[in-house]
């Protein structure tokens, strides 16, 4: 495959913005407005955002399906960018709106808001996922292909994290009461998100776009018939699932996921009330850390690029990991008493959190290579959907968790000060309980099999077959 211009690298990472705005967005501020603005219950609203990620989890899951049967003169990925890219603006702008209205309709309400807005997330984030591996399968340039999404993605975190606070704040001193200058502030979110998807699927042309006029066709029609019966697509879908589930290497890297992910929903969440009640921050302080979370890991962005080309990404990974994992153990036995303090610690912290989003949804790239081999069958969009699932499943636990931690330690969002079990619950909740997590995802990648060596026999297995070689499986028993 040839190597990717730089054009499409960077039209794939301006998707990114909105990625990663939509995340973080939600990620650190549904359930701080669900509790601080909407007055739902801690507990109640953890639920909401876990009803979300699971209907995203069932979203991901078969949109990977869909899209990797789908052929259109568009490809195989840009028409779901394309149908999620509207929906995603609208949908964010209604779940920060606080109406008047009883509890009851509230809760379902924002419960449903959250479920079409998970659900639409899916139809943009799966496909945008598999078209990564798509693009290339250079095992260099795809750490490469995700620097460009990294970087990308720091634009979404100042849109989705950064910014809203100090929009916030600056509306509240021009009179807008706090529920207004959320839902402004989500409007921003929104449309600069939507836009950046469109952006980025209008200017991308992918090999199946290319080839439609001869392969894509014949494909066009094999997706049809599969379809005429949604019972046998149906099974299909789950049949190929779990054909992928019973492989090692994909357990592995899924479980390695699940957990950070864990790991990374309870710190988003309780971000906002450790500094808001623990740190006893203003508006401009929180936005000052929230920005130096987002901008310290570009330190290590170009120093994980480099020893990428000299270790494979399972070394680095274990290695970043550890050395965040331990010193945040530590800052939860000593704690956190000063803006110097949370800065060193957010500093430590970073370079976990690069390490996971910089090499991890590469090395799901990879597992597609690893798949089709020992399964004959080229499924990318499936196996690419794991890493929705990851996300989702983990969104769902640690923001669940959160919620009736919060609850049962006594928060109360309409009071200034709170308790001390609460201020205790939060600050665990920004330590050590991400810590543990992320130690369990660092024994999930020890146990992961795939290095740059096995990646590259892998490649060469799959070349010997194209050319019509028999291919000796028993050397990669170890991956199934």
């Known amino acids: ?77 840009k ?60 095992y260099n340039e795809r750490t490469v292909l995700r620097g460009y999404v990294y970087f990308f993605n720091m634009a979404g975190v100042t849109i989705g994290m950064i910014l809203p606070n100090l929009i916030v704040d600056w509306l509240g001193s021009q009179g807008f009461s706090l529920g207004a200058s959320w839902q402004i502030t989500a409007v921003f979110c929104g449309v600069c998100a939507g836009a950046s998807i469109f952006i980025a699927a209008v200017g991308i042309k992918d090999q199946f776009e290319r080839n439609y006029q001869t392969a894509g066709k014949e494909a066009a029609h094999k997706a049809r018939t599969s379809m005429k019966s949604l019972v046998r697509a149906f099974k299909d879908m789950l049949g190929s699932y779990w054909e992928i589930m019973k492989s090692k290497t994909v357990l592995c890297i899924l479980g390695a996921s699940v957990f950070y992910l864990i790991a ?58 550890s050395i965040s994992t331990v010193m945040m153990l530590l800052y939860g036995v000593m704690g956190i008493h000063s803006m110097a303090g949370i800065f060193l610690y957010s500093f430590l912290y970073s370079i976990g959190n690069i390490c996971y989003w910089q090499l991890i949804p590469s090395m799901i790239y990879d597992v597609s290579e690893v798949d089709e081999l020992i399964y004959n069958k080229k499924r990318t969009g499936l196996v690419i959907s794991l890493q929705s699932l990851s996300e989702s499943l ?11 931690m919060l609850s049962a330690a006594g928060f109360d969002g309409e009071v200034g000060v709170q308790a001390d079990t609460a201020l205790l619950c939060t600050h665990l909740s920004f330590t050590v309980l991400p810590a543990v997590f992320m130690g369990i995802s660092i024994l999930m990648i020890v146990k992961y099999p795939v290095t740059r060596a096995v990646y590259d026999q892998v490649l060469a297995a799959l070349k010997a077959r194209e050319a019509g070689e028999d291919v000796d499986m028993e050397a990669f028993e170890r991956l199934r």
């Open 1 to 77: 495959m040839d190597k990717l211009k730089t054009s499409t690298k960077i039209l794939y990472g301006i998707a990114g913005i909105g990625d990663s705005a939509l995340y973080n967005f939600m990620g650190t501020f549904a359930l701080f407005f669900l509790t601080t603005v909407a007055g739902v219950d801690p507990a109640v609203g953890g639920t909401i955002v876990a009803l979300g990620s699971i209907c995203e989890t069932i979203a991901g899951a078969v949109i990977g399906y869909v899209s990797d049967n789908t052929a259109t003169k568009y490809g195989k990925r």
């Open 264 to 321: 990374y929903a309870i710190f988003s969440a309780d971000r906002m009330y450790f500094l808001t009640y623990n740190m006893k921050f203003s508006p401009g302080q929180i936005t000052a850390v929230l920005a130096f979370l987002t901008f310290s890991p570009l330190v290590f962005l170009p120093l994980i690029i480099k020893l990428s080309n000299r270790w494979d990404k399972r070394s680095l990974f274990l290695y970043g990991m």
């Open 394 to 404: 983990a969104n769902a636990v640690g923001v669940q968790l959160l919620g009736i």
């Open 79 to 138: 028409p779901f960018l394309l149908a999620a890219a509207f929906p995603l603006t609208i949908i964010t702008c209604l779940f920060f709106a606080n109406f008047n209205m009883g509890m009851t309709v509230k809760i379902l309400y924002y419960g449903a808001m959250m479920v079409i807005f998970w659900t639409f997330f899916s139809v943009f984030f799966v496909p945008y996922l598999a078209w990564g591996a798509e693009l290339t399968q250079d």
